[in-house]
């Protein structure tokens, strides 16, 4: 008996190595033990898996079945508000002015420190019911609120203990080095994250990737490098926050380490994008970052005319609160210009890369994770045309369906 079908469907969409995005009219998939193991037409997939057959099925029409949204870039797990700093930045405030002030990333590193490891666990699980209510079934969760070896070490078991509860796959990163704390200055810092916190986020095997936040004002290029390096010591792939504000030459970095993404880029040159174009180096943009914060978003283009595939993310985080891959897909087409074939593209294959997932996840091939997504529109073109709704029905994710609207 085949675990799931979905049929009828007025469009399959999904990506592939020789297409941005191949579509199938009247549409089916099939997936058996958690795996796809079939992509066509109705009447070609259901003649080998009958939907009566299926443990679940779906009659899909007139709806769009695209592979399940991975969000590689997100900053998921904290504690408390800063609502009152969207007002400040309303009012004029700047990114930096208020974490000058002791706001932003800092003052959620008080609220995290103050929490359980239960209360983080459990608004980590709220937030991911949010995001695979719009489609995520992959999705990468950054430590960083902690800054010390005892709150890095709660955040990252936090993320595991979520992972293990929650239908999406929740990717760890180490991002020690997310701010300096107060008191304390970048290169002493540097020395605590490389010689404490990395050791002891190591030997409790806690995360697969290590980020930092390569920016003015928090790291330069050679401590970013320290702490990159050190993580490459202890088996974390290097990801990271790079020319965001300015250029400091963290494309560069990221080229240089054989970074699995460099992430905002809003800042790089032509220069650093034909360095990326030679490299294995995913680029990441953060549409919904410079919705938040007012300015200007990256420019897509660039990197498209390269030839240089990009992701797209939600860089979800107290600063940059939505957790919706869907809104995330609007803003690459409104925002950044991008087709909703690329965008679309950016929200699952490529993002997928940023991720390091080299098993199909966010395609609908054959032998592909069986993650999928039914959304009510018919055809892939009006998911980001009807913007500021979720426009999700059902998620499926490795052949079951877990969520359902």
Do not use: W
């Not at 540097?190 to 936040?213: I, N, S």
């Not at 970074?259 to 953060?286: F, G, K, N, Y």
């Amino acid at each position: 008996m085949t675990d799931f079908v979905v049929y009828n469907a007025s469009q399959v969409a999904t990506p592939t190595d020789e297409s941005e995005l191949e579509t199938v009219r009247d549409g089916a998939v099939a997936v058996d033990d958690g795996v796809v193991v079939a992509v066509g037409s109705t009447d070609e997939v259901v003649r080998d898996y009958p939907p009566a057959n299926a443990t679940a099925a779906i009659d899909a029409a007139g709806k769009t079945v695209l592979p399940g949204f991975v969000d590689p870039h997100t900053h998921a797990l904290f504690a408390g508000d800063r609502a009152d700093e969207f007002t400040a930045k309303l009012r004029g405030a700047t990114y930096q002015e208020i974490l000058a002030e002791g706001g932003g990333i800092l003052r959620t590193v008080r609220a995290v420190r103050e929490a359980t490891r239960e209360q983080l666990v459990e608004n980590l699980l709220e937030q991911l019911d949010v995001m695979l209510a719009h489609g995520t079934t992959t999705v990468e969760v950054k430590s960083g609120y902690g800054l010390d070896v005892e709150t890095e070490v709660k955040m990252l078991e936090a993320i595991a203990e979520a992972d293990d509860h929650h239908p999406i796959d929740v990717v760890s990163t180490f991002m020690g080095a997310h701010a300096v704390p107060k008191d304390t200055d970048a290169d002493s810092y540097v020395d605590h994250v490389v010689e404490e916190q990395l050791p002891a986020v190591a030997e409790r095997g806690l995360a697969e990737f290590c980020d930092v936040f390569c920016e003015a004002g928090v790291f330069s290029v050679e401590q970013s490098r320290r702490v990159l390096e050190a993580g490459q010591e202890h088996g974390l792939k290097p990801k990271i926050h790079a020319d965001e504000f300015e250029r400091l030459g963290g494309a560069g970095l990221a080229v240089e380490l054989g970074a699995m993404s460099a992430d905002h880029l809003l800042q790089s040159t032509a220069e650093d994008i034909e360095s990326l174009r030679d490299s294995d180096v995913t680029p990441v943009l953060l549409p919904g970052t410079a919705f938040a914060l007012a300015t200007e978003y990256a420019d897509a283009s660039a990197f498209e005319n390269a030839d240089i595939p990009v992701a797209i993310a939600t860089d979800f985080n107290p600063n940059c609160f939505s957790q919706s891959m869907e809104f995330a897909i609007e803003l690459a087409c409104n925002g950044m210009r991008m087709s909703p074939a690329s965008a679309i593209r950016a929200a699952t294959k490529t993002a997928a890369a940023a991720l390091d997932r080299t098993d199909g996840t966010g395609t609908l091939q054959e032998g592909a994770p069986g993650d999928l997504v039914v959304v009510d529109v018919p055809d892939y073109e009006h998911l980001p045309y009807n913007f500021g709704v979720t426009n999700v029905e059902t998620v499926i994710k490795c052949g079951e369906v877990v969520h359902r609207d």
